[in-house]
């Protein structure tokens, strides 16, 4: 029995990566197309994520989960300052993804998966920033929340190329900022 419960873990991972990756290339393709990326029936699509907006919210949640679960190995590879940058990159490409779902993200069930991935981003910058600090990097004791408030201006900008280029600007603003 556990088997089948981790196959279908992995399954349902699967079917998300496949949803992020077929979302990203087209915001609007459907849920039967994404299935058929998958490898899958429609059903089985179906009864993992019941409704377009089901499948969107939880591809949000697999991507805030994927992205606050890689801070230690980044960290494994990179000085903190550059980890934390190159997290903060991630973190607002995935968050300007999420403002282009519009109304999917407009629901009490999107604004309660928004508020549960509150904590693990909070603590994934926590633990960038205690590694700066450890390393002299970083002001010991910056307090994670003030900094994905500062962090926010990074998805604010306007896309294409020119938006990125000033990303990078502000970000660079902001690790200036967490410097003793």
């Known amino acids: ?31 039967n197309a994404i299935a058929k990326r998958a490898g899958v029936g429609a059903g089985t699509l179906y009864r993992h994520f019941p409704t377009r907006e089901d499948l969107l919210l939880n591809v949000y949640r697999h991507e805030i989960e994927s992205l606050s679960d890689a801070v230690a190995r980044s960290l494994e590879q990179q000085d903190p300052l550059d980890a934390f940058r190159d997290w903060s990159r991630r973190l607002a490409a ?30 994934a910058i926590g ?3 205690n590694a700066a600090a450890a390393r ?31 990303a ?7 690790v200036d900022s967490l410097r003793e």
């Not at 003030?146 to 000033?166: K, M």
């Not at 990078?168 to 603003?173: A, V």
Request: hydrophobic fraction near 40%; glycine fraction near 8%.
């Open 94 to 123: 995935l968050v300007r993804t999420k403002h282009g779902l519009g109304d999917a993200l407009s629901s009490p069930s999107a604004q309660a998966i928004i508020d549960e991935t509150y904590g693990p981003v909070t603590a």
């Open 127 to 129: 633990q960038l920033l």
């Open 168 to 174: 990078d600007r502000l970000l660079e603003l902001v």
């Open 1 to 31: 029995m556990p088997e089948q419960r981790a196959d279908a873990q992995r399954n349902r991972a699967h079917l998300l990566d496949v949803a992020r990756d077929a979302l990203a290339a087209d915001p609007d393709a459907s849920l």
């Open 136 to 166: 002299g990097e970083a002001r010991p004791g910056l307090d994670p929340s003030d900094v994905l408030l500062l962090l926010s201006g990074l998805w604010r900008v306007p896309s294409g190329t020119a938006g990125l280029e000033q």
